[in-house]
C-alpha cells in the first residue's frame, strides 16, 4: 500500500515546502516572563509586516530535559499556554511549542499551530500517537525534530505513525547528530532524505550549535549564520532560531541563542539565499 505524500503543509495562510518561501520558526528558548514573551512576539511582528516573512512564534512552557534539578523549567502548562494566547490574539502570529506528556497535546493544539515532538521524545509512541490525534481534530501541524542519535532515513518511522493516525500535515526537523562526546554535527544530506518522505524539513539552527555536557549546556551562537546559510543551499524549507535580547543573560541556552536585535539581518540574508535556490529549481 502506498503512502500518500504531502510536500507542503499549510500553517494558517503560510505554506511551507517545496517551491515556497522559507517559514521562520521563531522565539525564545523559554517564556521567561509573560513581558519577554510579548515583546520578543511583537518585535517577529513587525519583522513579519515590514518583510512579509513567515514567522511562527516559539517558545517552550516547560524545559522538561533540562541538565541540572537547579536548572529554571518555565511556567508551566496553563500559564504558558495563556502567554501563546496572548502572542496569538495581540500580534496574529501563528503559534508552537514542544510536548512532553501525551496529555498536553489536545490542550496545546487548542493555542497552537504546530505541536512539536522534542528529539528526545520522537521515538515515543504514545507521544507521536497523542500529538497526531490532536492535531488531526484541529486541523495543524505536528514536526518531529530528528534525535541526535538517528540516521535521517530512520525518521520515516516517525512520519509512518503520524500518517496511521490520519495525519499528513507532518513536518521533520534537522537538529544534529551526536559526534562523540559534547558536540554535535549537521549532515546536510538528512534535508534531501527527510525531504524524500513527502515532508517539509526544518533546519534547527540554534539547537544544532549547542555544546552538549556539564549541568549547563554551551553554544556557539557565532557559527548560526554559516550553518543556516548551508542549510538553506542545501533545499531546507523552514528556519527553526531561537532569539532572545540579551542571550547571556537567559535562562536557558543562551550561548547558542541569536541576539534579537541581529535577527533582521540574518532573515534577509536567509531569504535572499532561498530566493537564488528556488531559482535554481
Known sequence: MSEKLVNTVSIGDYQCGTGHPLLFILGPCVMESEQLVLGVAERLAQLRDRYGYQIVFKSS???ANRTSVDSYRGPGLQDGLR????VRR???LPTTTDIHESGQAAACAEVCSILQIPAFLARQTDLIVAAADAAVARNIC????????VAPEDTVHAVRKCRARGLHSIILSERGSTFGYGRLVNDFRSVPIMQSFGVPVVYDATHSVQLPGGAVTGGQRQMVPTLSRAAVAAGCDAVFLETHPEPDAALSDGPNMVVLDQLEQLLSEL???RDVVLSLN
Do not use: I
Open 61 to 63: 512552557f516547560d524545559k
Open 83 to 86: 502567554m501563546l494566547e496572548q
Open 90 to 92: 495581540q500580534t496574529g
Open 142 to 149: 505536528v514536526n518531529v525534530k530528528k534525535p541526535q542519535f
Open 271 to 273: 531569504t535572499r539565499f
